[in-house]
Structure formats: C-alpha cells, structure tokens
C-alpha cells in the first residue's frame, strides 16, 4: 500500500476536479500535483470544540479540491496533528487514497501534550531529559532543538498523531531561532547532522522529503544575525546526500503585507543576487507560502489599486489570489478552522490564478502592495 503523496495519486486528485477546477489550480512542483491552496491549522484554542472544528474543516477542503494539509507538532500542543489524523480517518472512508494527498508537518519546538501542563520544567526534564532525548546543550532560546535524537522523537509522535506511517514533507521548524544564540559555524554543524538524520528517515520511508520552514530567516537582508542563504543551505544538504538530496521543501511568509520573498534581491546564487522565488526556482526547491492572509490581518482595508488590479469580490479573495498567484510558489497556505471558512475561501478553486498582466499592476505604482 502507498503511504505517501505520489505523482500518479495526486494526479487522479486533481483529475477529481476536471471541469471544476480552474487552470493553474493545480501545478506542478518535485513530480506532484498541488493545489494552489492549502490548509494550515495553526490557530485555536486547544480544545475537543477546536479538535473537531478543524477536522471537519480539513475533509472539506479536501472534498472542495485542496491536498495540501500543513501542521506542525507545536500546534494547539499537538492537538491540530490529531485533527488532521482524524480527517485523514475519515476522507479514507470517502474513498481518498493516502497517495492523493500531500501531508506536511514540523518539528523543532518544545512542546506539550494535549494541554498545557502545571508544571512545564518538570514535564520536559522527565519526558525529555530523563530519557536522554535532550542532553545538556541540545536546546537553544530555552525552546527549540534541531538534536537528532529529539527529532526522531518528534517525527515518530508525529507520525502516530497524523496516523501516517510516511510524512510527506518534513520540515525543521524556525531553525534561525537558534542565530539568536549561536554562532553561526555551529548551527550549520547541527543543521548539517539534522539533515544526515532527515536522509536516513527517508530511507526508513518516514518522511518523503524534508526542508525549512521559517519565518524571518529567508526574508532578511544578509546582514542580519539570522539571515538564511538558501544556496547554502541546498550545498549543504547536497554534501550530504548528493544532488539526489531530498531537501525540496521551504515554507516562508508572503502575502500583500510581506512580500520579500518576491522582491528583496537577498539570495546569493551563481554570482547573482535573486528574490526567493528565482533563488528556489533555479536550486529546485518548492517554495509554499504561510500566512497568506497573515492571520486576518488582510482581509479587509486593501488600497483601491488592489481590487483594480486583481478584482475579486473581497479582500480575503484578493489576499489569497495575490499569493497563489506569485510566480514561484507553489501553494499558499490559509489557516481555515471551520467548514464556513473553507467554503468562504475555496470558491477560488474554480478562478484561475491572476495573469502576468494582472500581477504586474500591482507593482506598476511602486512596491505598495
């Protein structure tokens, strides 16, 4: 049995919405068909109102032409990887294969089970350092660890809470959390050991392919102390596994009110200095967009040359269109926590993403957007 998103399994998804589907909808990136949208589900209080709310949501989105499900383990304190496990359950039972789907997870933050717990220095010494996952040095920002020992913990309590013996794409959540506090030598040597494992568990068909996710690091100008050079980071994982490497993943913020990784000429690549979008495209990297409505933040209050330039019939369809439409992105996630959410946003799945013409018009009047 497949246990992972294929080409063929997420081609017969995207062949499920023939004649639903606008063009562009689903593209093409590392051989498999993503839709232009997907589902985050970072936000919520962690409770079983919650739980449920973002399982029904999820099988939704699903069944309205989404197959990218992100979470992470650190979400509503592993509470949202259930939610997922639990539509994952339950789209099986509607007759959608594992291989149709692309689920995509982190790890790197210490977290807790379920709920917070009364005494959390106590929790994470026994459940952690009492067992030897964390040893004295493992940990940096008092929160977030890229040790290997921890990271196979993590992958594998992700992998029971998601009910997935393969997780698509793993990713090291927020690694530039460390620049804060250690040279930069030094978290490339415990980036480069985290990679080394990641390959061995793809090897172990535990996880498919591996990356970053991030929040400031690849949007930063070089000169800053948590800056991430993504060339670097591709040579790396490439020393360690050659050019059959399975890093392909990274996950940033862009949306109307961040729009680095479009614009700021920042990556170092072959000489040149490129924007994201053209660093990933030439290295072969997938770039997925958070934070595409940045939280609700940009769902009302657009300028005026927004709507002319994308129209729409909301500034929540304007934020998503402008994102799912960047060149070089391939799906730009949207937090959706209830089944009216989704079918509020996923009308989009029947609108072709903007054309060249239509994005170029935003920046026709500077970088406003």
């Not at 990218?68 to 294969?97: K, M, P, T």
């Not at 790890?107 to 067992?131: C, H, I, K, Q, W």
Request: hydrophobic fraction near 40%.
């Amino acid at each position: 049995m497949t246990t992972f998103a294929t080409p063929e399994g997420t081609k017969k998804y995207a062949a499920r919405f023939d004649g639903r589907a606008a063009a562009g909808h689903f593209r093409e990136h590392q051989g498999l068909w993503l839709s232009s949208l997907g589902i985050g589900t970072y936000l919520g209080e962690p409770d079983a109102r919650t739980d449920q709310a973002y399982t029904d949501a999820i099988v939704e989105a699903v069944e309205s032409g989404v197959n990218v499900i992100d979470s992470a383990i650190n979400y509503r304190f592993q509470r949202s990887e259930r939610s997922v496990g639990a539509a994952l359950a339950e789209l099986a039972r509607r007759g959608y294969g594992r291989e149709e789907l692309l689920i995509c997870t982190k790890g790197g933050f210490l977290t807790p089970d379920a709920d917070m717990p009364a005494d959390a220095s106590e929790y994470f010494n026994r459940e952690y350092v009492e067992t030897g996952i964390l040893r004295e040095g493992d940990v940096a920002a008092g929160c977030h660890s890229m040790a290997p020992k921890f990271i196979a913990d993590q992958i594998e309590r992700s992998r029971r809470n998601l009910g997935v013996e393969t997780i698509d794409v793993y990713y090291l959540h927020n690694p530039e959390t460390q620049l804060g506090e250690v040279p930069r030598e030094m978290f490339n040597t415990r980036l480069r050991t985290a990679f080394e494992f990641l390959e061995s568990d793809v090897a172990a068909a535990k996880i498919h392919f591996h990356g970053l996710a991030t929040w400031n690091g690849f949007r930063q100008s070089e000169t800053e102390q948590d800056f991430l050079s993504l060339a670097a980071i591709e040579s790396l994982a490439r020393d360690v596994a050659g050019g059959s490497h399975h890093f392909r993943f990274v996950q940033l913020p862009c949306n109307l009110g961040m729009t680095e990784a479009l614009t700021r000429s920042n990556q170092p690549v072959d000489g040149a200095h490129l924007p994201m979008v053209g660093a990933a495209s030439k290295l072969g990297i997938a770039l997925v967009a958070s934070a595409a409505m940045l939280q609700g933040q940009l769902t009302r209050g657009l300028p005026e040359f927004v709507t002319a330039a994308l129209g729409m019939k909301s500034d929540a369809e304007r934020a998503m269109q402008f994102v799912r439409s960047t060149p070089g992105i391939a799906t730009a996630l949207v937090g959706m926590s209830s089944v009216e959410h989704v079918r509020a946003n996923l009308s989009l799945v029947g609108v072709a993403p903007a054309s060249q013409d239509q994005f170029a018009r935003l920046f026709q009047r500077g970088e406003k957007a």
